[in-house]
């Protein structure tokens, strides 16, 4: 990485301060977020930390160095299928509720093959608290992926998250809490735990951060719509505090944002 790379990443993380209150609804239980903006997307920026990659730089089957994972690529959606991309953390707070707010719309319809869906794992809470905590989950969600169980590992993961953002993260037994929660067992429980304790993604998983920090996506959670930034945060509505989910669903299968909920670089 450059000089003028860290210099800016460093100075994405310093303009993440002062943070107001919002509220959102999800599954009936109200909660409250430190968010950067009003209703926006994006709350935590990345910066880089100086940290060594470690593991053992294996990509996943039929990924590119950089370049996210699709979880649901087997759904086998068509060419013209809209493209969404997600840019997420698993110790990002907002990406936990965004995921219990929009996670099942957003997989089903990528199962259904009604859009093509791209996930770059980020690791923003590492560089902002220290550690690899970022990293790690994010390998191990690959992991899980290699033994077709990303969207239930996904799930239970993001339900683990630490409350609190130190340079420790997750406790190294919530993984293996995840991956059985997610039906994992026998070989391949064992093939997944082989594939976690070894860090076999983590450089991966570093190396997608990289790539999207440098394409202009500092922070977590981010969404765009056939290359468009979709400002989510406009969804939620401000009287109930519930996130328009069926506004969502338009908005992902049309593979267009209206002007009024783009967001801005």
């Given at each position: 990485?450059s000089?003028?790379d860290?210099?800016?990443?460093?100075?994405?993380?310093?303009?993440?301060?002062?943070?107001?209150?919002?509220?959102?609804?999800v599954?009936?239980?109200?909660?409250?977020?430190?968010?950067a903006?009003?209703?926006g997307?994006?709350?935590?920026?990345?910066?880089d930390?100086g940290a060594?990659?470690?593991?053992?730089?294996?990509?996943?089957?039929?990924?590119t160095k950089g370049?996210?994972?699709?979880?649901f690529a087997?759904a086998?959606?068509?060419?013209?299928?809209?493209?969404?991309?997600?840019?997420e953390?698993?110790?990002?707070?907002v990406?936990?509720?965004?995921?219990?707010?929009?996670?099942?719309?957003?997989?089903?319809?990528a199962?259904?093959?009604k859009?093509?869906?791209?996930?770059?794992?980020?690791t923003?809470?590492?560089?902002?608290?220290g550690?690899?905590?970022?990293?790690?989950?994010?390998?191990s969600?690959?992991c899980?992926a290699?033994?077709?169980?990303w969207?239930?590992?996904?799930?239970?993961?993001?339900?683990?998250?630490?409350?609190?953002?130190?340079?420790?993260?997750?406790?190294?037994?919530?993984?293996?809490e995840?991956?059985?929660?997610?039906?994992?067992?026998?070989?391949?429980l064992?093939?997944w735990?082989?594939c976690?304790?070894d860090?076999?993604?983590?450089?991966?998983?570093?190396s997608?951060?990289?790539?999207?920090?440098?394409a202009?996506?500092k922070?977590?959670p981010a969404l765009?719509?056939?290359?468009?930034?979709?400002?989510?945060?406009?969804?939620v509505?401000?009287?109930?505090?519930?996130?328009?989910?069926a506004?969502?669903?338009?908005?992902?299968?049309?593979?267009?944002?209206?002007s009024?909920l783009?967001?801005?670089?």
């Amino acid at each position: 990485m450059s000089t003028q790379d860290r210099k800016a990443k460093a100075q994405a993380a310093a303009g993440t301060t002062g943070r107001g209150a919002n509220v959102i609804v999800v599954a009936g239980i109200v909660i409250v977020l430190a968010m950067a903006l009003v209703v926006g997307g994006v709350i935590w920026a990345s910066r880089d930390d100086g940290a060594s990659t470690t593991g053992t730089s294996q990509l996943p089957d039929g990924v590119t160095k950089g370049e996210p994972i699709e979880p649901f690529a087997a759904a086998k959606p068509p060419k013209d299928a809209p493209v969404v991309d997600l840019y997420e953390d698993f110790r990002c707070p907002v990406c936990a509720v965004f995921e219990q707010a929009a996670g099942a719309t957003i997989t089903d319809l990528a199962k259904d093959g009604k859009i093509r869906l791209r996930v770059h794992l980020k690791t923003v809470i590492d560089s902002n608290t220290g550690g690899d905590s970022s990293a790690v989950a994010g390998s191990s969600a690959v992991c899980a992926a290699d033994e077709g169980a990303w969207e239930p590992y996904h799930e239970a993961l993001f339900a683990r998250q630490p409350q609190q953002e130190t340079a420790e993260g997750f406790p190294t037994d919530a993984y293996t809490e995840a991956a059985k929660e997610a039906g994992l067992e026998g070989d391949a429980l064992d093939a997944w735990q082989q594939c976690t304790d070894d860090g076999t993604y983590v450089d991966y998983v570093r190396s997608v951060d990289e790539a999207s920090f440098k394409a202009g996506f500092k922070g977590t959670p981010a969404l765009t719509v056939d290359g468009t930034r979709l400002q989510w945060g406009g969804l939620v509505d401000e009287a109930t505090g519930r996130m328009d989910t069926a506004r969502l669903e338009e908005i992902l299968t049309s593979g267009e944002v209206p002007s009024e909920l783009e967001e801005t670089p």
